[in-house]
């Protein structure tokens, strides 16, 4: 081509800057405790399609399915305090209860820790402290993330949940379910899945358990999004005020 006409060809440069939208400046290990429960939950899927008649296995998945809403909870929780920590998401409306170890202070006292080497042994710590917690019941997911989040989670994902699931029509029902499911979990765990005044178990089916696992799974995505999304606005209003500086 003639040089003479090569420039013409030349898109110019966008002068507009797109929108922030928050989701570029999310920490990216913010994303791995849903990823997590998301591998989990297929396994568990895969279990229950392979095994539709046992119900020793339909048992299991009942368990099953409890761990791995308990493990997300815990998963999110370190990841949150860790956030927080760095200044990248804000404090919980029980941020000030979390107690830790008074030896941790000591450590990070020593002048040779840098940032990289006070994170680790922050999340060693928090691992340690919340590992003693369970988070199965309604009342202690409640409690834990109220380290890490400002609102009534339950209030935020009720509305998602019930316009899934027709017969959780309102928080309480909600809570009753993950309750239930924990009790549920409990008595199988202890092989006291019995019927009352009975040598036969209580009966369960494929399709109790899969309702179970969906309710479940769409409760933690609800749950899931409502974290992150309230990160990406705290971010959204800081770079607008930045901006507007």
Request: contains cysteine; glycine residues 2%; charged residues 30%.
């Amino acid at each position: 081509m003639n040089n003479k006409y090569k420039d013409s060809f030349k898109r110019p440069k966008p002068t507009i800057k797109p929108r922030a939208t928050g989701l570029d400046l999310l920490d990216p290990s913010i994303n791995i405790p849903i990823d997590v429960f998301h591998s989990n939950t297929r396994k568990i899927r895969n279990l229950m399609l392979e095994n539709k008649k046992d119900e020793n296995i339909l048992r299991y998945c009942i368990i099953l399915i409890c761990g791995s809403m308990d493990k997300y909870m815990h998963d999110i929780v370190k990841t949150m305090l860790l956030q927080i920590f760095k200044d990248k998401a804000p404090a919980g409306k029980s941020f000030d209860s979390f107690m830790v170890p008074i030896s941790l202070l000591n450590k990070f006292d020593k002048i040779e820790f840098d940032p990289q080497e006070k994170e680790k042994i922050l999340s060693d710590t928090i691992y340690e402290v919340t590992s003693s917690f369970t988070m199965q019941k309604s009342y202690a997911i409640d409690r834990n993330l109220g380290y890490v989040i400002n609102f009534n989670i339950w209030k935020a994902i009720h509305p998602r949940v019930m316009m899934r699931f027709k017969d959780l029509t309102s928080i309480t029902a909600l809570k009753k379910f993950v309750d239930d499911l924990a009790d549920r979990r409990n008595i199988i765990a202890h092989e006291l899945d019995f019927q009352p005044n009975s040598h036969d178990r209580r009966p369960i089916g494929y399709d109790y358990v899969l309702h179970t696992l969906d309710v479940i799974q769409f409760m933690v995505e609800a749950v899931n999004y409502q974290i992150t999304d309230s990160i990406k606005n705290v971010q959204c209003r800081d770079i607008e005020n930045d901006g507007s500086i």
